[in-house]
């Protein structure tokens, strides 16, 4: 029996604005203030621009090395719950 893996935010860090995170959803007047950075608790990440009350939400993403700092941390601390799911919840949904 399958279980389907939905990511959900265990931790979020704000950052600068540094790029459009929805190129195909693009939401311009969220750009310039502030990147929301959402850790799930399988590793991966998404990120929302903030601005005023306008927001642009990209995927879910595996992280790469050096995307933020500070995000190791998290994920350190993630890894931890990751192994009480591990082996129950495989299969990942975007
Ligand atoms: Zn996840
Ligand atoms: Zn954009």
């Known amino acids: 029996m399958k279980k389907i893996h939905r990511h959900k935010t265990v931790d979020s860090t704000d950052y600068g604005y540094t790029k459009c995170v929805a190129p195909e959803a693009c939401n311009p007047i969220a750009h310039g203030a502030v990147c929301a950075v959402e850790v799930c608790r ?36 993630v890894k931890e719950e990751k192994e009480e799911v591990e082996g129950k919840e495989r299969d990942y949904v975007l």
């Not at 399988?42 to 995000?71: H, L, M, Q, S, V």
């Open 42 to 77: 399988c590793g991966w990440i998404r990120e929302t621009n903030r601005n005023g009350g306008a927001i642009e939400i990209g995927a879910w993403r595996a992280p790469k090395p050096g995307d933020y700092p500070g995000i190791l941390k998290l994920l350190t601390q």
